[in-house]
């Protein structure tokens, strides 16, 4: 069967570059599961676009869908002759064609109808404009008129080729054909393609659809700054992102700006170039900002420097404004807006920033805070009411920490202030000192709390309070900031709090940290209430693992926990040493015995306590091949259930071994 090349471009106005990468991996699993509905064959070769187009390439496409066999269901069979007859007669043909088929609600008739396969462009026809239309995007419009097709922008301009030939359709106004257009300003309006001219042709009209030629030729043309000047580009992948989805044809160029805006601190003019801008900052060798940046365009070149000119007068009134407010904020000190935040509402139903600043206070207070982070915690959110943070909101903390460092505050205050946002991700660093982790803890837990009490509570992507991000800079700050507190004591009552944060908990050891599944339920069915405490009996765990006895007697305890579950064993006996057998099952009570005394030695860690636990093997081994639990006798067997459990309890404080997967099961003796 002829095999067939396959192009889609949906040509728009410029894509938002964040909804560019979504809306591309999305178009490729609906067309691949297109492919595979139809039996057309074929895999997905390219996936691309630049902010004017999103591209699919397919190759190995079947010209014609096979045939298939229908079956179509018709009356019982004990509907007798005349229902036959009227069925078969309904499809054409005779009743002699019609066949048996056993159904769960007895025998009916039915008939396998051969079905011819359809012509590939035909499907294809029919798909891809419910396809296209079917892309999500967080906002979209309309532009026909209300009632029309919606997208997240207009669309001008539709490829579709099978082949050699255009796949016929026509979405809001357009039809599909084999016109592309290139550059807005560089290339032509009307370029003609197939599915093989189709790179080379966008190329000769100044369109690089590959995004990594994008991105390589914005990274060397940065790299070569420092050949030319002496200077170096900060690699900056997140905006390098932003702009290859920005451009269709990228080149850079370098601006300049006066030097006495160095005065002002590093961060509010990086941020003002890089999130404002889109500008490249620019360092010296020794690690200081210069006096440059690096913009991009899209387009050829800059003769004439009007781009550079352009870009340098616009970024010069940026720090002109930035200057303007770090000199007006510091009019009045942080302390002295602290009942300014009275004004700032946090949450309609949680009140201001004043009332969730008193609640951090006492909670940094509660965790043993020292006078500098309770300092910290009242200030810490006082830059919301500055100029600076209002026209560049990225910045809060930052300048809250850069303010408090100008008006005097102590490194820990100040410093404190400058973190506690931290940390944004799982990626990102837990604040650098003591009392910006105990802000930083206090704060998110203020926010899971409130918002828990009040049912905002985050469901599907929906999150507008970052609370997934709260609750891992919980747990990130707690392990590796090594702080033993009680989560239970902070977390509350609230049991979907608590849920969610467990959800988080395990998320970090497994994802992050990168623990089994196995061994992170283990360890938490053994409590998480202290997070540095499970972080050391999952690194004993890990390390335990491998060791001859471990995963064996794991299976064993796996065993017991089966054992007494069927037998309803409620626990809280003692054990009657009167009633211990000899041999075996007395071997397994001593053993048990010297173990608790070993692990309950002093300054014993988790690992030696482990490997101790692990050497009960032997003893447990021998209790089930050469004792049965289900004894005759009612108290000798009441007491063997007590020995199980007192061994399963005893030993599950560190983690409950039964959560362990081990390569097989044993089958239990006598149970």
Not at 275 to 288: A, I
Request: hydrophobic share 45%; with cysteine; glycine share 8%.
């Amino acid at each position: 069967m002829k095999k067939q090349p396959f192009l889609l471009e949906i040509g728009t106005e410029e894509i938002p570059d964040w909804m560019i990468d979504p809306a591309l991996k999305e178009l490729q699993q609906l067309f691949e599961a297109l492919l595979a509905e139809n039996k057309l064959d074929g895999k997905v070769t390219l996936a691309e676009a630049t902010p004017r187009r999103l591209v699919l390439m397919a190759e190995g496409i079947s010209a014609i869908q096979p045939d298939s066999v229908e079956l179509v269901m018709g009356p019982p069979r004990a509907a007798g002759e005349a229902a036959a007859a009227g069925f078969a007669r309904k499809l054409g043909i005779e009743p002699q064609a019609l066949r048996t088929v056993q159904t769960a609600r007895g025998e009916y008739l039915a008939y396998e109808k051969r079905v011819r396969g359809r012509a590939s462009i035909n499907i294809l026809a029919e798909a891809l404009p419910g396809l296209i239309l079917k892309l999500y995007f967080p906002k979209t419009m309309y532009w026909t008129g209300k009632g029309g097709p919606r997208f997240v922008r207009p669309i001008r301009w539709i490829v579709a080729l099978l082949g050699a030939h255009v796949i016929p359709f026509e979405l809001a106004g357009v039809k599909s054909g084999n016109i592309t257009r290139g550059h807005r300003q560089l290339g032509k309006s009307r370029v003609r393609v197939t599915v093989n001219t189709y790179l080379t042709r966008l190329r000769a009209n100044f369109v690089m659809l590959p995004r990594w030629e994008r991105r390589l030729t914005i990274q060397s043309q940065a790299d070569a700054v420092f050949e030319a000047h002496g200077v170096y580009v900060r690699p900056d992948r997140e905006l390098l992102e932003t702009l290859v989805n920005l451009t269709e044809y990228p080149s850079t160029v370098l601006g300049r700006f006066d030097e006495q805006f160095l005065s002002l601190p590093e961060e509010v003019l990086v941020t003002v170039m890089r999130h404002h801008q889109r500008y490249f900052s620019v360092f010296n060798q020794d690690g200081t900002l210069a006096p440059f940046f690096l913009a991009v365009m899209n387009t050829v070149d800059d003769p004439e420097g009007l781009v550079q000119q352009g870009n340098e007068r616009v970024l010069r009134a940026r720090f002109n404004d930035a200057r303007f407010f770090w000199e007006v904020d510091q009019q009045k000190k942080l302390a002295e807006r602290v009942e300014d935040l009275a004004k700032v509402t946090w949450q309609a139903q949680l009140g201001s920033y004043l009332e969730k600043t008193r609640r951090v206070v006492e909670l940094v207070r509660q965790l043993g805070g020292n006078a500098h982070a309770q300092r910290a915690a009242l200030l810490a959110k006082c830059d919301l009411t500055t100029e600076m943070v209002k026209e560049f909101t990225e910045l809060q903390g930052v300048m809250g920490g850069l303010y408090a460092r100008a008006q005097g505050e102590p490194e820990p205050v100040w410093r404190a202030i400058y973190e506690h946002y931290k940390p944004l991700s799982m990626d990102d660093a837990i604040p650098s000192t003591p009392e910006g982790r105990l802000v930083s803890l206090a704060d998110k837990l203020d926010t899971l709390r409130g918002c828990f009490a009040v049912g905002l509570i985050p469901s599907g992507s929906k999150d507008p309070f970052g609370l997934r991000r709260a609750a891992q800079g919980v747990v990130k700050i707690l392990v590796e900031g090594r702080m033993s507190v009680s989560l239970g004591q902070l977390l509350g009552e609230n049991a979907e709090l608590r849920d969610f944060m467990l959800d988080r908990v395990r998320y970090y050891f497994r994802e992050v940290r990168g623990f089994r599944y196995d061994e992170v339920n283990a360890v938490l069915a053994a409590g998480w209430d202290d997070l540095t405490d499970v972080a050391e009996r999952l690194s004993a765990l890990q390390a335990v693992r491998p060791t001859e006895h471990f995963e064996p007697l794991a299976a064993s305890f796996k065993r017991i926990r089966n054992i007494l579950r069927q037998a309803a064993f409620a626990g809280g006996d003692r054990i009657d040493e009167s009633l211990l057998e000899a041999g075996a099952e007395r071997a397994l009570f001593d053993a048990f015995q010297a173990t608790r005394a070993r692990v309950s030695e002093s300054g014993l860690d988790y690992r030696s306590k482990l490997e101790a636990i692990a050497g009960l093997r032997p003893a447990v081994d021998m209790f089930f091949d050469k004792v049965l639990v289900n004894a005759p006798d009612a108290s000798v067997r009441r007491n063997r259930l007590t020995l199980l459990d007192n061994l399963l309890t005893e030993f599950s404080a560190i983690a409950d071994f039964s959560e362990i997967v081990t390569q097989g099961t044993q089958t239990d003796k006598g149970e």
